[in-house]
């Protein structure tokens, strides 16, 4: 079975800094891998995917994401955050034939 | 139109209640699922229909019970429920079982007092 891990449960920063999320799984085959954000008191958003081709993957709000397949990593990346990236961020893990796994997420605290 | 939708927003609900959270799609697809989420937690898989019959139950109590009249429609009838059953309830679709992306809906707030 899929496993996801997330290597911060919570990340502070400071407005202007760069960020990076870890996220790893457990899975040999063929993934398909996915950052959700989910901003304080609001639903799950797709800030990206990526199924397969260019392994750096852009996505809304400036993200992007880096698949490593042999480190079996995805991790999350922005340049310069702002206050209103403060949100919970999930790494999500899928496959025909296997059902979705979300990681357990990280907090992300953007100080102004 | 690749959007799931969820109503109420939010309920809040006695433990003696009965009420309906109801999601819906127009993408043809042919899985839809429940999830629960509590604050600062995962969402957890609940239920999946899969052709309009239920094809995983992840061992979830009888107080939710999941119905899907249709292919666009999936309905999650609460019963008797308790304060801890507090949480977002989301409701995703797919265009099989175990098909590689999920969309999902924007949740209901269920407050259980």
């Known amino acids: 079975a899929q496993s996801v891990s997330q290597h911060n449960h919570h990340v502070i920063l400071s407005e202007a800094a760069s960020l990076e999320l870890g996220c790893n799984y457990s899975?040999?085959?063929?993934?398909?891998l996915f950052w959700y954000v989910q901003y304080p008191g609001q639903h799950l958003q797709l800030l990206l995917k990526y199924f397969s081709g260019d392994p750096l993957v852009k996505g809304i709000k400036g993200f992007e994401a880096e698949f490593i397949k042999s480190k079996f990593s995805f991790n999350l990346r922005k340049p310069s955050v702002q206050w209103s990236d403060t949100a919970e961020y999930f790494c999500a893990v899928s496959n025909y034939g296997q059902n979705f796994v979300f990681g357990p997420g990280t907090r992300l605290s953007v100080l102004p | 139109d690749t959007e799931v939708t969820q109503t109420p927003k939010h309920l809040v609900m006695g433990m003696t209640n009965k009420k309906s959270l109801k999601c819906e799609q127009h993408?043809?697809?042919?899985?839809m699922y429940w999830y629960k989420q509590k604050a600062k937690k995962p969402p957890e898989l609940m239920f999946v229909y899969s052709y309009e019959k239920l094809s995983i139950n992840e061992s979830v109590p009888s107080r939710f019970s999941p119905e899907c009249p249709n292919s666009s429609l999936l309905n999650l009838h609460l019963h008797a429920l308790q304060p801890e059953d507090s949480a977002l309830y989301l409701c995703?679709?797919?265009?099989?079982?175990?098909?590689?992306?999920?969309?999902f809906g924007p949740g209901t707030r269920l407050t259980v007092l």
């Open positions: 995703a679709s797919s265009q099989e079982w175990q098909y590689p992306e999920q969309f």
């Open positions: 899975y040999g085959g063929t993934v398909n």
């Open positions: 993408m043809g697809h042919r899985a």
